[in-house]
């Protein structure tokens, strides 16, 4: 069983920052892909950002490409998302997820309260 477990969420002014940790825990777990996906009130979730855990290439969607920043440390098995120039229209719940095979992703964490007050 693998666990991801989220941390680093909270309340922010707009034009902050934050940073959000993703840490999987379990039984040996190798990840195709790492992502971030988030949930606003009355809203859809919503793909962030993945990251291709061997080559470390990232996918960023449209909406927070050149304020976002996803990493990753094989050695925490730990994958983060740096948020910066942070806009009220980020507020959400972020939900970190993995997948060990192509397709969908099988593996998320509890969720963390992004709050981005104007």
């Known amino acids: 069983q693998v666990q991801l477990v989220e941390s680093g969420g909270g309340l922010v002014q707009a034009g902050g920052s934050l940073r959000l940790s993703c840490t999987a825990s379990?039984?040996?777990?190798?990840?195709?892909?790492m992502g971030w996906f988030r949930q606003a009130p009355g809203k859809e979730r919503e793909f962030v950002v993945a990251?291709?855990?061997?080559?470390?290439?990232?996918y960023y969607g449209d909406s927070v490409k050149g304020r976002f920043t996803i990493s990753r440390d094989n050695a925490k098995n730990t994958v983060y998302l740096q948020m910066n120039s942070l806009k009220p229209e980020d507020t959400a719940v972020y939900y970190c997820?993995?997948?060990?095979?192509?397709?969908?992703?099988?593996?998320w964490g509890q969720g963390t309260q992004v709050t981005v007050s104007s």
């Open positions: 379990g039984r040996t777990f190798s990840p195709y892909f």
């Open positions: 997820a993995g997948k060990v095979v192509p397709g969908e992703y099988r593996y």
């Open positions: 990251i291709r855990w061997n080559d470390t290439n990232t």
